[in-house]
């Protein structure tokens, strides 16, 4: 009997092992050739999703995971490769705004704000992604976000038919966001459970909308 239950406990183990790297495989192989990090190589699809995060980490600094996609979203635009942005992020309370925040840092650097619409339910990476082609009606999008998050994002995007590339920015020494990096090989897991056993649907959907200023 024990010995049957070690058996059980090992094999189990050992699948839940093979199922975290798998599913990392599957999701960065499957998307790493459209992820780019040169501007000039860049599809032509003129709206970008903007990844929400803090603009500030725990001990009050700039979050430079935040600073960096702001940079290059405004970069984008300046070169003319953008002609609006979806920022979508969590919004919990007046305190905290990711959306908000967003779009003050890209206006200060230069994007108008009929260029931006706001998405205040991107509560979580698979929401940001479908609302922007179920609310928001995009089938085309540039993603905005760092290497390690955009395979997941990508991942979800095609699962959806979205036509999706991703812009990646550069973030903090790999010291710094250890822990954030960790997390996100667990959240690879989660997507592809999400989208192929569980079926999960964002939390909010709503009415649809038109991006602003179209």
Do not use: C
């Amino acid at each position: 009997m024990w010995k049957w239950l070690k058996r059980l406990a090992i094999s189990g183990v050992i699948a839940v092992i093979l199922l975290f790297y798998l599913s990392n495989v599957w999701v960065v192989n499957s998307t790493k050739s459209y992820v780019y990090t040169d501007y000039n190589k860049l599809p032509n699809h003129r709206v970008a999703l903007v990844l929400g995060t803090s603009n500030k980490t725990i001990s009050g600094q700039p979050n430079d995971f935040f600073v960096k996609r702001m940079e290059t979203a405004a970069e984008l635009y300046k070169l003319g490769k953008i002609d609006h942005f979806i920022l979508s992020g969590h919004n919990p309370s007046q305190f905290y705004n990711e959306p908000m925040e967003m779009k003050k840092a890209l206006m200060i650097r230069g994007v108008p704000s009929e260029a931006i619409t706001l998405d205040y339910a991107g509560l979580r990476t698979l929401d940001s992604v479908i609302r922007s082609k179920e609310i928001f009606g995009q089938d085309k999008i540039i993603i905005i976000t760092q290497p390690f998050h955009s395979y997941r994002a990508l991942f979800i995007s095609h699962y959806y038919d979205i036509e999706a590339v991703a812009m990646v920015t550069e973030g903090p020494a790999y010291e710094s966001s250890f822990k954030v990096r960790v997390r996100e090989y667990f959240a690879r897991t989660k997507a592809v459970l999400d989208l192929y056993v569980f079926k999960t649907s964002p939390r909010f959907l709503g009415k649809k909308e038109n991006l602003k200023g179209k």
